[in-house]
């Protein structure tokens, strides 16, 4: 039997709540903690505020069943995962505010024996620095960064290594890393999350867990930096980069990813910069394909801008706005910010298609645009804009749009 009867997890988001839902639906007891009061409304009454295929149902039934109930305050556990944001400052330092207000959070509650996971992608000594804050909060209990094996609290870093969309199949399945600030903290988390986990489960210590989350992100980074590169240059070279690309890939040890109008989401867009916060000297490959996944934006926006000017009172129908496909998620997306930029520069008037929304964010509210439906915003447009490869959008009668300016970012049409 699990020596892990109630957990806590701090941060219900896109995976702290999917993570709660799984351990619940696992036979622990747990506590859910969430600074959004409304969030935590929504959760105990077994509807999440987040959208993920499947959680609805998962959530209903272990929040029914009384595994899972969510609060603003921690309370007493075995074990505390935080899942909380950390997101980068001004120059693309790494923000962890977040992580060390839920460490003060539940330092109260601790005591000899517990286990507290970062499972945030962090940088480099987060985890250690998690534990320094923590110490710092409760002097009457030693913590592993200073007493070693011997702590009364175990720290460790497990980070999350899902895909939106099926967060809850890979967070089961997928192979987890484990970093303890100490052997025994990682053998501690081990246990926990073999729990559910039926991948395989790794052990190092925090700072190659922190650091191989962060270098699986800058690798796909870079591998979209030369794709994005390579339409930027096909684009004056009369060349087709899908075409391109395709051949390419025939090659057996050729892997090129999907150039885009950018790259958006908490992670890709956002890991790379603690690397090179961390060592800029040593890290100029991996701030350059920053930089150029940075600037696809500002390309598209230029693109749209030269089509615009061959029309009058030009109507462009900008398809999608969060960061992938098929989701919710409009974290760092660059079609926002496209769109961001078409709004600032009066290019036209901007009908905005985003099916897995109800709202725009604040920054385009405001601006006086508007959601439209799919079907009449291409139906009234003189240009497709298309910034996400929804399939709801794939399928569209290209017999239908012969008479209209297409630029497809994503290369689905």
Not at 227 to 232: G, K
Not at 280 to 306: C, G, H, Q, W, Y
């Amino acid at each position: 039997m699990s020596r892990f009867n109630r957990i806590c997890v701090v941060g219900l988001g896109y995976i702290g709540l999917p993570s709660a839902a799984v351990f619940a639906d696992n036979g622990v007891d747990v506590l859910g903690v969430d600074v959004n009061q409304a969030a935590v409304d929504s959760i105990n009454q077994g509807k999440p505020h987040i959208v993920e295929p499947e959680l609805d149902v998962l959530l209903r039934k272990v929040v029914f069943n009384g595994k899972l109930k969510a609060s603003t305050t921690p309370e007493e556990a075995e074990a505390f995962i935080l899942a909380v944001p950390t997101p980068f400052r001004d120059g693309h330092q790494p923000d962890l505010a977040y992580v060390e207000a839920a460490a003060r959070s539940i330092a109260p509650v601790l005591k000899r024996g517990d286990l507290v996971i970062l499972e945030s992608t962090s940088p480099v000594g987060a985890t250690e620095q998690l534990s320094v804050w923590l110490a710092e909060s409760r002097p009457d209990l030693t913590f592993p960064h200073s007493a070693g094996e011997l702590s009364d609290i175990r720290v460790a870093h497990c980070p999350e290594r899902v895909l939106p969309g099926q967060i809850l199949r890979e967070v089961v399945e997928n192979d987890r890393i484990i970093g303890g600030v100490t052997r025994k903290c990682a053998q501690l988390a081990m246990a926990l999350y073999k729990i559910f986990v039926s991948g395989e489960v790794h052990l190092t210590n925090a700072r190659t867990a922190e650091m191989a989350k962060l270098t699986e992100n800058a690798f796909r980074d870079v591998n979209i930096a030369f794709a994005n590169e390579l339409s930027v240059i096909c684009e004056g070279l009369d060349i087709n980069v899908w075409q391109l690309i395709k051949l390419a890939n025939l090659h057996p040890r050729v892997n090129i990813l999907r150039p885009g109008p950018g790259v958006g989401g908490h992670c890709i867009a956002v890991d790379p910069w603690f690397i090179v916060a961390a060592d800029p000297a040593n890290s100029k490959l991996i701030a350059t394909a920053r930089a150029v996944n940075d600037a696809k934006p500002d390309f598209v926006v230029e693109k749209v801008r030269a089509k615009a000017k061959r029309i009058k009172n030009p109507v462009i129908a900008c398809l999608g706005l969060s960061y992938k496909p098929d989701v919710d998620d409009l974290r760092e997306s660059p079609a926002v910010r496209i769109v961001e930029q078409l709004v600032e520069a009066k290019i036209g008037k901007l009908l905005l298609v985003e099916p897995h929304v109800d709202a725009l964010p604040k920054s385009l509210a405001k601006s006086g645009v508007k959601l439209w439906d799919f079907d009449q915003a291409v139906k009234e447009a003189d240009i497709l804009l298309l910034l996400v490869a929804h399939k709801s959008f794939a399928d569209l009668d290209r017999n239908k749009i012969n008479d209209r300016i297409v630029i497809d970012t994503c290369g689905i049409w």
